[in-house]
């Protein structure tokens, strides 16, 4: 498809506003720690946490953008596309250590509770918030694209949430003293997490473990291919992503009598990258089945 041509141009339009966000999260960072520990907020704290986490998922998705720009070679001959992936999947197991982190601590809380500085916990909280939706803006381009953007995303907005949550505890501790309400916040952000966190986790392992593109039904591609004509046979039928967007295709087409095998292969490459976005296609031409026609797929 389209997306594997212009990787590189892609790539280079998602790493400015990595950059940028990577800034700004970092620089906040160390206020909020130290916020945290001065207001004895958990629920500033556990922003704090995710916030360490959007740092390290930022950094994470810097190195995988300038690996997955470098070109195939000897060694790898697809090249590095699959860091996105990869970088995807640490992002997601830094979640779910996030929100187990945050999950205990509360449960601690609960038989506990502590004194908390509300007006502190709210000036650091509004502050962590006005930089994650600053983050945010930057990076939601990107994350309808790019697998690995979408893993910083998501930490970012995991984040902003926590922000809003210890935003919401923070007014009700000031107004009432209700100091329950700030493990019950943080257990609330935990929870939120798992689910999105899972969903990330299932992508970037899908796409390593080569299943097929997201939203292509291989069923389909096969009775499409089966119709161009000049096709008697379909087998050995495989797609799968080296990314988020870079689909590839292998097949064994079995020709008719009488088909010319370069316009039988043509007019399937051309289907292939209309009808399923797939650009990269490659194509075994055959006048009879090879091997035992019960052992493809």
Same mark, same amino acid.
């Given at each position: 498809?389209?997306?594997?041509?212009?990787?590189?141009?892609?790539?280079?339009?998602?790493?400015?506003?990595?950059?940028?966000? &990577?800034?700004?999260?970092?620089?906040?960072?160390?206020?909020?720690?130290?916020?945290?520990?001065?207001?004895?907020?958990?629920?500033?704290?556990?922003?704090?946490?995710?916030?360490?986490?959007?740092?390290?998922?930022?950094?994470?998705?810097?190195?995988?953008?300038?690996?997955?720009?470098?070109?195939?070679?000897?060694?790898?001959?697809?090249?590095y596309a699959r860091?996105?992936?990869?970088?995807?999947?640490?992002?997601?197991?830094?979640?779910?250590?996030?929100?187990?982190?945050?999950?205990?601590?509360a449960a601690g809380?609960?038989?506990?509770?502590?004194?908390?500085?509300?007006?502190?916990?709210?000036?650091?909280?509004?502050?962590?918030?006005?930089?994650?939706?600053?983050?945010?803006?930057?990076?939601?381009?990107?994350?309808?694209?790019?697998?690995?953007?979408?893993?910083?995303?998501?930490?970012?907005?995991?984040?902003?949430?926590?922000?809003?949550?210890?935003?919401?505890?923070?007014?009700?501790?000031? &107004?009432?003293?209700?100091?329950?309400?700030?493990?019950?916040?943080?257990?609330?952000?935990?929870?939120?997490?798992?689910?999105?966190?899972?969903?990330?986790?299932?992508?970037?392992?899908?796409?390593?473990?080569?299943?097929?593109?997201?939203?292509?039904?291989?069923?389909?591609?096969?009775?499409?291919?089966?119709?161009?004509?000049?096709?008697?046979?379909?087998?050995?039928?495989?797609?799968?992503?080296?990314?988020?967007?870079?689909?590839?295709?292998?097949?064994?087409?079995?020709?008719?009598?009488?088909?010319?095998?370069?316009?039988?292969?043509?007019?399937?490459?051309?289907?292939?990258?209309?009808? &399923?976005?797939?650009?990269?296609?490659?194509?075994?031409?055959?006048?009879?089945?090879?091997?035992?026609?019960?052992?493809?797929?």
């Amino acid at each position: 498809m389209s997306a594997g041509h212009d990787h590189g141009a892609g790539e280079i339009r998602h790493e400015r506003p990595l950059w940028w966000a &990577f800034g700004l999260t970092a620089t906040f960072l160390v206020a909020e720690v130290v916020g945290g520990i001065m207001t004895n907020s958990l629920a500033l704290l556990s922003d704090a946490a995710h916030m360490l986490t959007d740092v390290i998922a930022l950094a994470i998705s810097l190195v995988a953008v300038r690996l997955g720009r470098r070109p195939a070679d000897a060694r790898r001959s697809y090249g590095y596309a699959r860091m996105e992936a990869i970088g995807a999947l640490v992002n997601g197991g830094l979640l779910f250590l996030v929100a187990g982190y945050i999950l205990w601590e509360a449960a601690g809380r609960f038989r506990q509770v502590a004194e908390v500085a509300s007006t502190g916990m709210l000036v650091i909280a509004v502050l962590g918030l006005v930089v994650n939706l600053i983050s945010m803006r930057l990076l939601s381009a990107g994350s309808g694209t790019s697998l690995n953007v979408r893993g910083a995303y998501l930490e970012v907005w995991s984040d902003m949430l926590g922000s809003v949550g210890v935003i919401v505890a923070a007014v009700v501790i000031q &107004f009432t003293g209700w100091t329950l309400v700030d493990p019950i916040i943080a257990v609330l952000i935990g929870l939120w997490i798992l689910p999105r966190t899972w969903t990330l986790l299932r992508q970037a392992g899908h796409v390593l473990m080569e299943g097929v593109p997201e939203g292509m039904d291989i069923a389909a591609v096969r009775r499409e291919m089966l119709a161009t004509a000049g096709v008697e046979q379909v087998h050995d039928l495989h797609a799968w992503t080296l990314g988020s967007r870079q689909s590839l295709l292998t097949a064994h087409v079995v020709l008719q009598a009488g088909a010319d095998a370069d316009q039988v292969r043509r007019a399937l490459a051309e289907m292939l990258a209309r009808r &399923f976005d797939v650009d990269h296609a490659t194509l075994q031409i055959e006048s009879s089945p090879c091997g035992d026609d019960h052992a493809h797929a």
